[in-house]
């Protein structure tokens, strides 16, 4: 297929993040064929830009393009890019490449030590931009192939965590108005070097059974549910003999039912 022509192929170079605000707006077949004709270095920066939904659609359409865009982009895109694909979908595609340094670097990213949260990550279903008008977005969330996509996490232009989609208010709204920026629920996320016994203390799962987890650039690696980290908790407690982690463990998952009891009796205390 021949190139594209050179003015717009200098523009995406120079203005990756227009040039994917305009094409983001067309068709992901559509998108994948002007992707073909630049050069793996520019695909990868316009692609890691384009509206979080396209882009997710679009890291889908071929291994081959993956390799070689992970291969020439700058390292923050390269993330950006894995940040939109199933975990072990990314192991695979890393492992592939040529470059031992580049494998290096975005393993990184990619696995962390068994008493680390990064460690019981699992991947988002669906990752959608704060800029998306919020009608386009409700009828994208509708066409999705699940009845429970679990948490949608909302990012800002550039990628980076802003919240997760209170999908309720979007919903009570007929039809809803304005951008996905409006119907974000502010959700506290989680560090990946966090070790688990301070995450299973953390006051968050009184509110949350589900929070995101984030690099320290603020891109969303996945989420970690309140259950893995009790569990996994207990089980590293038990291998080393930690009766005292069991113990602040055990009582902070009391804490946490009662607080929740309490809530659902109507926030009632005990006499």
């Given at each position: ?89 990314c192991l695979s595609l ?107 203390l953390d006051t968050n ?67």
């Amino acid at each position: 297929m021949a190139n594209l022509d050179p003015v717009s192929a200098d523009f995406a170079r120079k203005h990756p993040g227009t040039f994917a605000k305009v094409l983001g707006k067309g068709e992901v077949l559509d998108i994948v064929r002007v992707l073909k004709q630049m050069p793996p270095s520019v695909a990868a920066s316009v692609v890691a830009r384009l509206p979080s939904s396209r882009a997710g659609a679009v890291v889908k359409s071929s291994q081959e393009l993956l390799s070689a865009w992970l291969a020439e982009a700058s390292y923050d895109d390269a993330l950006t890019l894995l940040g939109h694909m199933p975990r072990e979908k990314c192991l695979s595609l890393v492992n592939s490449l040529a470059s031992r340094e580049r494998r290096r670097k975005l393993l990184q990213f990619l696995k962390y030590p068994t008493h680390c949260v990064g460690a019981l990550v699992t991947d988002v279903f669906v990752r959608i931009s704060a800029d998306m008008p919020a009608m386009d977005a409700l009828r994208e969330l509708r066409a999705l192939k699940t009845d429970n996509p679990g948490p949608i996490v909302v990012l800002q232009s550039d990628g980076r965590y802003l919240g997760l989609l209170d999908l309720w208010r979007l919903l009570a709204r007929d039809p809803p108005t304005g951008i996905l920026r409006d119907y974000v629920s502010r959700v506290p996320a989680m560090l990946p070097e966090t070790p688990l016994t301070s995450a299973a203390l953390d006051t968050n799962w009184q509110r949350y059974n589900w929070l995101p987890v984030i690099d320290h650039e603020q891109r969303v690696l996945g989420g970690v549910s309140r259950d893995r980290i009790f569990a996994a908790t207990a089980t590293q407690a038990r291998a080393h003999g930690g009766q005292e982690i069991l113990t602040s463990l055990a009582t902070e998952m009391l804490r946490l039912i009662g607080a929740l009891l309490d809530r659902i009796l109507g926030g009632r205390t005990a006499p």
